[in-house]
């Protein structure tokens, strides 16, 4: 019987999404397509050194050739041509949700996204503006504090290999830098929803390996009314390095640590990861597991050990469609019988180029309790400029 209930939460969901569709647009790049589309860098497809954000010609191209089943992936659908000093779009989200927990509502439709990019380039030198939409199910006192400036950075990049640096709001590089907030590795590695850092960094970006160091600090999230200015996450400031070694066009091998402060603890993280294509199958494996030790200022017993994993599976059946499937831990003290795990099964359609339809499936238990794991169903419609 409780089976036939979350099932049928699963397809009210999908039915409210799918009209919602009808009206709201909303879609973007995946690193699981890196190797799949050709491209072994992530600047190969997108402005930023270390991926995510706006794509550049590359990536619109490869939406249009190799993700999608055809259309036009130039901005505004090849309406409108850009200066040569100016690339801009944006990411539109539309989502569902079905959930068995009692902290949220049963059912929700909400704008999950929607984020205006901005990219200003004179000489070696470009300014990167992010200005969106903070997603949230429930209402907030005032529309003007959900609207938010999540990247804003100053960088000097010669060419799209070699050195860089930059300063200003953003991710310092760490992990996979999956689109999916909802994985471990980010919500509980300081990598979640608002939690970019103000942070000066810097790399090198070469064909067969790359290395991107940064030193961070807290950055509050400032809406635009600045009624209630608020730090997301642990508000730490610390540093972080990542180092990738290409094998080839087929995958990656790397390793990164992080070390941040907060006013009561300190955290230790290391980690390696990887990824491979094969060719044949279509099918892409991915990787990770970082070790971690949390220290307490205000108490002098013994520190915590922890661990977060993730291994992945993507696969390929046919262009413009990926399934996946994933299995996290993450374990914030070894020591005590608490670890979290979750089974994800994904499906993304990518019809034309600027357009994707998501459906995602999630079971989540705690503590071993897997007979009484929460349940997350979610479709989601996405559409990017």
């Known amino acids: 019987m409780q089976l036939t209930s979350h099932v049928s939460r ?63 992936g130039d901005f505004m659908h090849g309406l409108v041509d850009e200066p040569d000093w100016l690339a801009t779009g944006a990411d539109f989200r539309v989502a569902a949700t079905a959930r068995d927990r009692d902290a949220d509502p049963e059912l929700a439709l909400f704008p999950m996204q929607g984020d205006i990019y901005s990219n200003f380039f004179a000489g070696d030198f470009s300014l990167a503006i992010t200005l969106g939409v903070r997603a949230q199910v429930r209402e907030s006192d005032s529309p003007l504090s959900r609207i938010v400036s999540r990247e804003h950075y100053a960088m000097w990049q010669p060419d799209a290999t070699g050195p860089y640096a930059r300063v200003g709001r953003y991710f310092p590089t760490y992990g ?63 540093g972080a390095l990542y180092g990738e070694y290409r094998l080839g066009n087929d995958g990656t091998v790397g390793a990164q640590s992080k070390i941040d ?75 005590v019988s608490v670890q979290r795990d979750a089974l994800s099964l994904s499906a993304q359609f990518f019809p034309l180029a600027h357009w994707e339809v998501m459906g995602m499936a999630r079971f989540e238990a705690q503590g071993g309790e897997y007979g009484d794991a929460s349940t997350l169903g979610l479709l989601m419609l996405h559409y990017y400029l």
């Open 261 to 335: 402060f907060t006013s009561d603890d300190a955290r230790y993280l290391a980690g390696v990861l990887g990824s491979y294509y094969f060719d044949a199958p279509s099918l892409l494996a991915k990787a990770q597991l970082d070790l971690g030790r949390q220290t307490f200022d205000f108490d002098p017993g013994p520190s915590r050990n922890q661990l977060a994993a993730r291994l992945g599976l993507n696969y390929f059946p046919i262009q413009g469609l990926m399934l996946g499937a994933s299995v996290e831990r993450y374990d914030d003290d070894l020591s």
């Open 176 to 238: 996979f830098r999956s689109v999916d907030h909802t994985s471990y590795m980010r919500r509980y590695l300081g990598l979640h929803t608002l939690e970019e850092k103000y942070a000066l960094g810097g790399g090198v970006v070469e064909e067969e390996w790359e290395v991107h160091a940064n030193a961070y600090m807290p950055a509050p999230v400032l809406p635009l009314d600045f009624s209630s200015p608020s730090v997301v996450g642990r508000e730490a400031t610390g």
């Open 10 to 72: 699963l397809w009210l969901a999908a039915l409210i999404a799918l009209a919602a569709a009808l009206a709201a647009p909303a879609a973007s790049a995946y690193p699981e397509f890196r190797f799949s589309t050709g491209a072994a860098r992530c600047t190969m497809c997108h402005y930023s050194p270390d991926g995510g954000g706006l794509i550049n010609d590359y990536g619109r191209f490869a939406s249009e050739g190799q993700i999608s089943r055809g259309g036009d």
